[in-house]
C-alpha cells in the first residue's frame, strides 16, 4: 500500500490544454517574454498539475511568492484564467502555503523566481522538465518537508537539476522519471555554511561542512556526472552517517544507470557492511523491492536482525521474505566410520 501511494504521489505528468488530473484549477498570470508567468494558483488540490499554456501562451515562469501563503501585491496586467472556464469566485481557495504537498511544473517552464514556495512547510516534493535554467533566492525557505526533485527526463540529459539542489542545503532527493518511468535516483545530503570573522583583521573565513556540497557540484554544465557523483562515496564514508551513505549506496544500486562496476562494487561491499541499518527505512515503508536487494548481500546474522525488525515492526511479508531467502545450510554428512 506504501509503494503505491508513494508512486501516486512522485508520479509526474503534464496537463496538455487543460486536460487532466487537476481539472479544477484557476491561475492567476500575466505575459512575459516567450510566454506566460503563473502568479497564483487556486483550487481545492495540494498536488496541482499546472497547465501547460494558457490562453495560447506557453506558461514558461513561475513567479515570486506564488506558493507562498501570505500573498504580494500583483501587477496591474496581471489576469485570470481557469481550466473550467469559471471566474475568480469559483476559487476561493489559494493552493499555497502549508496546504501545498507536491507541484508538477510544466515542461517548458525556465525560471522559478524569489521564495515561490516560501514558507510551503508541507511541501514534498516538485516536479520539473528539462528547460529549467534559472532559480531565484528563498525559493525553498522553510520548506522543511521537502524530499525530493522528480525530474521529467533522461538521467543523461540537461536539467535543471543543479540549481535546485543548490537551492537546498538539507537532505535531499532526486529522481530521473521521464514519462513516469523511474529510471535513476540519487541523493544529495546535507551540508552547512560557515562564516568565521578575524577579529583583529575583519577578514571572514568560509568554510564548509558535510559531503553534501562536493556531491551538488557533480555536473557537466547542467548534466549530472554520475562517475563523478560515485566517485565521491569513499570520501563521503569519513563523514556522513551510515543511516546516509545506505541511502547513497542504495538508490544507485537499485537504479545502477551508468554505474561503473567498481563503484557498483564499493556499494555492494558497503551494503553488505552495514545491512540492517540499510534495511530499517525500507522496513519502515514496507518496500519489499529494495529489501530483496539488500537480502541478497546480507550475512546470516544480519538477516536474522532484519527478520526480527520486520516482526517487531509488524511487516509480516517482510519477515517471511527475509527468512525464506536465508541462504542454505550446508548439510552434515555421515558414513559407516561416523557409527
Not at 517574454?33 to 499554456?53: H, K, N, T, W
Not at 515542461?107 to 521564495?115: E, I, K, P, Q, S
Request: net charge negative.
Amino acid at each position: 500500500m506504501y509503494a503505491i501511494m508513494w508512486v501516486l504521489s512522485s508520479f509526474c505528468f503534464v496537463v496538455e490544454g487543460g486536460h487532466g488530473l487537476n481539472s479544477s484549477l484557476g491561475i492567476l498570470w500575466q505575459a512575459c517574454p516567450g510566454g506566460a508567468r503563473i502568479l497564483r494558483v487556486f483550487g481545492d488540490s495540494p498536488c496541482p498539475a499546472l497547465p501547460v499554456q494558457i490562453e495560447g501562451f506557453p506558461v514558461v515562469e513561475i513567479g515570486p511568492y506564488c506558493f507562498a501563503q501570505n500573498q504580494r501585491s500583483q501587477p496591474a496586467d496581471a489576469r485570470f484564467w481557469s481550466v473550467d472556464g469559471r471566474g475568480p469566485a469559483a476559487y476561493p481557495h489559494p493552493i499555497a502555503g502549508d496546504f501545498v504537498q507536491g507541484v508538477t511544473l510544466p515542461a517548458g517552464v525556465r525560471a522559478l523566481h524569489n521564495a515561490a514556495f516560501y514558507n510551503c512547510r508541507k511541501l514534498e516534493w516538485l516536479c520539473a522538465g528539462s528547460a529549467l535554467e534559472s532559480v531565484g533566492s528563498d525559493l525553498f525557505t522553510n520548506c522543511r518537508a521537502l524530499d525530493r526533485f522528480i525530474l521529467d527526463a533522461a538521467p543523461d540529459a540537461p536539467t535543471g537539476l543543479k540549481k535546485l539542489v543548490a537551492a537546498v542545503s538539507a537532505d535531499i532527493g532526486a529522481v530521473f522519471s521521464p514519462g513516469g518511468a523511474v529510471q535513476a535516483k540519487v541523493f544529495y545530503p546535507e551540508y552547512f555554511e560557515f562564516l568565521d570573522e578575524n577579529t583583529p583583521a575583519h577578514i571572514f573565513n568560509h568554510s564548509i561542512e558535510g559531503e553534501g556540497y562536493r556531491y551538488r557540484q557533480c555536473f557537466d554544465g547542467s548534466v549530472l556526472r554520475f562517475a563523478e557523483y560515485d566517485a565521491a562515496f569513499p570520501q563521503a564514508c569519513v563523514g556522513e552517517s551510515e543511516k546516509k551513505l545506505c541511502r547513497i549506496a542504495l538508490d544507485r544500486l537499485c537504479t545502477p544507470f551508468a554505474l561503473l562496476p567498481e563503484a557498483q562494487g564499493i556499494y555492494s561491499a558497503y551494503l553488505a557492511a552495514h545491512a540492517a541499518s540499510a534495511a530499517a527505512p525500507l522496513i519502515a515503508r514496507h518496500d519489499t523491492e529494495s529489501l530483496q536487494l539488500v537480502l541478497k548481500l546480507a550475512d546470516e546474522e544480519s538477516r536474522r536482525q532484519i527478520a526480527l525488525a520486520c516482526s517487531q515492526s509488524g511487516w509480516s511479508e517482510g519477515a517471511a521474505l527475509t527468512l525464506g531467502g536465508q541462504r542454505p545450510r550446508r548439510q552434515k554428512t555421515y558414513d559407516f566410520d561416523d557409527l
